[in-house]
Every structure is written in C-alpha cells, then in structure tokens.
C-alpha cells in the first residue's frame, strides 16, 4: 500500500530553526510537495521537490532523497505566524497527490 | 472574485438526506478535485476531473456522485447522507497534474451529518 509518515506535532521556539521530516512508500514517484495550512484553512502550497537536493525559499527549505523516501521541510527564523498544519504530498505513478495526515506546528514565545 | 470558491461553508443535515456542495473556479483550470480532511488522517480524494464531461473515481468514492458539465463547476453529491460523511470538504484545482503544478485549494465546507 502507499504509505506516508509525518510526526504527529511538534513544538518550537519564535526565531529558532525547526525541521520537519516525511517519509514515503508509495507506487511511483513524480515529486513532493509540501502544504501549509492554518486551522480552520485551506491548505496553501509551499514548495515541490522533484530531484534530490535542497530547494531554498526565504526561510523555507525544502530537501528530497529519492533513495531513502525521505523529505524535510526546514523552517528558519520561526514567526509566531507558522503556528499551523504542514502536509507532506507525493504525487504517485497515476499523477495523483498521496497525503500524509499532517504534523501540527506549535510555536512559543 | 477570481480564485476557487465552495458553498456553502457550513452545513449541517439529517442522515438520509441528499446534500449538493458547490466549487467554482475562475482560472480556467482543466483539472479539478474533491477531498476529504478528517482528524488523523490526511487528505483523501473522492473524485477528480481531467475536462468538462470527463470525472473518475479517486481513493473513497462510494457515497459521492460528481458532475461538471462546465469547466469552472464541479458540484459533489451525498446521495444519501451517513454520520460517516461528516468532515471537511476541499474542492483543488490545477492546471495539470504533472510535473510542478500544484493544486489550489477552496476554502472547504464543514459538513455536519446528524
């Protein structure tokens, strides 16, 4: 079966750094992508992988190995704003998105 | 406005009921989806459409009926409604589904089943 982890929650401190990882089974690949979403929202796109390596936006990083079935999504200088939800998301051999439950992002003072 | 937008953003209905949620995208987007979102799981896809007149079934189907009979519309359908269906409702739309297009999301409709 297709299959994608993420840790359930996680909790971090404004201005550090936070990592959150996601591994993958699935039938096929044709690349990752990671969603935000606030409660109560819709989910909004926040970057793709499709090669191996580190995609970099801002203070979002993005890093995929293919090998290992293995992401992070990489948040720095963290804003009491990125309090939300990040979905983990590959696309599989039939093109459709397979989504992992999610990993619910505390951030403190 | 432009974007995708769903109706209504609330519902609550009695089990047994036929209950129709509306999505309405201005992009012109070929492809559009349905998902579920409940606790603990993650996004589940209903349905989907490649075109106008052109729908399949995604991972949970049984219960649900879609149409689009226009590019910009993809209404979804609870035949007859169960508790079970209770949950959050997210109409996407993309481009196309390969390569880097992502998928644009509605706000969802909070469907309560009693």
């Known amino acids: 079966g297709q299959n994608i982890d993420q840790p359930t929650e996680m909790t971090a401190t404004e201005g550090a750094i936070v990592q959150i990882n996601c591994t993958y089974q699935?039938?096929?690949?044709?690349?990752l992508f990671w969603y935000q979403q606030h409660a109560g929202e819709a989910p909004t796109f926040l970057s793709y992988?499709?090669l191996d390596g580190l995609e970099e936006k801002g203070r979002f990083s993005s890093f995929l190995s293919r090998s290992k079935g293995y992401s992070y999504l990489l948040l720095k200088e963290l804003q009491m704003k990125d309090s939300a939800s990040y979905l983990c998301?590959?696309?599989?051999?039939?093109?459709?998105?397979?989504w992992g439950a999610g990993t619910k992002l505390i951030i403190k003072p | 406005d432009a974007g995708i937008t769903q109706s209504p953003r609330y519902k609550i209905t009695e089990t047994g009921r036929q209950v129709t949620l509306m999505c309405h995208q201005t992009?012109?987007?070929?492809?559009m989806f349905w998902y579920r979102q409940d606790l603990g799981h993650g996004l589940r896809l209903i349905y989907y459409?490649?075109?106008?007149?052109?729908?399949d079934k995604g991972e949970v189907p049984d219960g649900y009926v879609v149409s689009r009979s226009k590019t910009e519309n993809f209404p979804l359908t609870l035949e007859s409604a169960t508790r079970s269906q209770t949950s959050v409702y997210f109409c996407?739309?993309?481009?196309?589904?390969?390569?880097?297009?992502?998928?644009?999301f509605g706000p969802g409709t909070r469907l309560t089943v009693t």
């Open positions: 996407a739309s993309s481009e196309s589904p390969d390569s880097s297009y992502e998928q644009y």
């Open positions: 699935t039938s096929g690949f044709n690349g």
């Open positions: 992988n499709v």
């Open positions: 998301a590959v696309r599989d051999s039939n093109y459709q998105l397979i």
């Open positions: 459409s490649a075109a106008a007149d052109i729908t």
């Open positions: 992009w012109s987007h070929s492809y």
